[in-house]
Each structure stands twice: as C-alpha cells, then as structure tokens.
C-alpha cells in the first residue's frame, strides 16, 4: 500500500455522501486509512513512510522498474512529503463526512490528530513549510516542497473548519504554510499561476538522495495544491 492507493480514496467519501452504498464506502475508506497507519507511522511521530507493499513482489519502484524499493518490512526509507500529504487530505475529508455513530471514527481522528501534531512539529521555521524529506529538514540538500506544503495547509485548515483541531493552536501553523507558498508563487503575462519549488509526479524512491534530487521549477503539480489551500484559508475573508 502507498499513496497510490489512499489517492484512489479521494473518491470514496463523495461517493457515500452522493451517490450512496455509504456502509461500503465508509469502512473501506476506514480500512484503508487505518492499515496504512498501522504499517507506515514512525514510532510515535506522527509521521508516515512513503509507502509499504502488501506483497513481496509489489515492493518495486512503481510503474514496474525492477530495482527495489522496500527494506525487509517491506517499507519504504523516506517520509516524502506529497507522498503522505495526500494522505492527509483523505483524513481531513474523510473526518469531515464520516458519521459520528461510526464506530471507528474515534481511531480515524486520533491518526489525524497525531499526524497534524507531527507537522507542527516539522514545519521549518524559517520558511514555514515542509520539507522534501519531511523530518530531516536539518540536512543541506533537502528543500522546501510547495506541493506537500500546500495540501498540509490545506490539511490543517479544513481540521480546523470541521472542529476537529483547535483554532488557536493550529492557526499560526497553516498561516505560516500558506505564506510559504505564496512566497513561492508568480504570474506570467498571461496572468497565469507558476509555484515554484516542487517536483512533478514523485513515485517511491530508493534512498535520501533520490528523493532530494526530483526537483522542479516550476512545477504544475504545485499549482493544484495552491488552488486547494488557497480556497480554504480565504474563504473566511470571502464570506465576510
């Protein structure tokens, strides 16, 4: 299982609110969050490894390249920050429509919880975003990632919207994020939207080293990102 997988759960919730079969569409997207925490959180930081294999064979670089990825466990080495930002945008959206009776919905918003205290506690200081690598922002050639950045923010704000994080506590934090992007942002003549400092699609990587060298400027997959977070931290403004 990697983010592969949790992307494809983007659609699960908005098909249980709109389209129906709410008990299917609720417990696998539950499932799926729940096994993915429970093989790829480190220790307790709320921080999660790129990707884990279910099988043995499925522990490749993704779409097929034979030299592998996964240690022993069948891990991947790295936190990737896109890599687990999708997944928390699958926590965010999925606490914000998963019934209150559910009965695991209280195991959905502890992982949730724990994973946006574990950005806190990573966010850089100096730029307010993530990094590349996202708990080894102490090392030279790891980098600011506009694209993680911007779906934490995002992440973090819709936490805030549904109840399910305190406003005072995580302001701050997604204010800081949002400001990273935007730092990294131009318009071209066409008044068209570039976000600088990202990479387009990043499967799992091997090491360190291949995950700090994918970098790119500007970078389209950025720009997806910086629409989501800034949507949700101007709605406030918009609708006053």
């Known amino acids: 299982m990697d983010r592969w997988r949790v992307m494809g759960q983007m659609s699960l919730p908005a098909t249980a609110r709109s389209i129906g079969d709410a008990g299917y569409c609720f417990d696998e997207a539950v499932r799926q969050i729940t096994v993915f925490a429970e093989h790829c959180l480190k220790g307790d930081s709320g921080l999660y490894l790129h990707a884990w294999a279910a099988q043995p064979d499925l522990a490749r670089v993704w779409p097929g390249n ?97 109840g399910t994080l305190k406003e005072a506590e995580y302001k701050p934090v997604v204010a800081r994020g949002y400001q990273c992007i935007v730092d990294n942002a131009t318009a071209d003549d066409n008044g068209l939207v570039d976000v600088h400092g990202a990479c387009d699609g990043l499967c799992v990587q091997q090491s360190y080293d291949a995950y700090v060298r994918r970098r790119e400027s500007p970078c389209k997959r950025s720009v997806a990102g910086f629409l989501w977070a800034t949507v949700i931290v101007e709605k406030p403004g918009l609708n006053s």
């Open 66 to 162: 034979i030299e592998r990825w996964a240690d022993p466990d069948r891990l991947s080495s790295e936190s990737g920050a896109r890599a687990w930002a999708w997944y928390a945008l699958i926590l965010a959206e999925t606490l914000a429509v998963l019934p209150a009776s559910h009965p695991r919905r209280a195991e959905v918003l502890d992982i949730f919880v724990r994973l946006a205290g574990g950005l806190v506690r990573t966010q850089d200081p100096a730029t307010g975003g993530w990094f590349q690598v996202v708990d080894k922002g102490d090392r030279r050639d790891n980098w600011i990632d506009t694209s993680g950045t911007a779906m934490f923010t995002y992440a973090l704000q819709r936490g805030i919207e549904i």
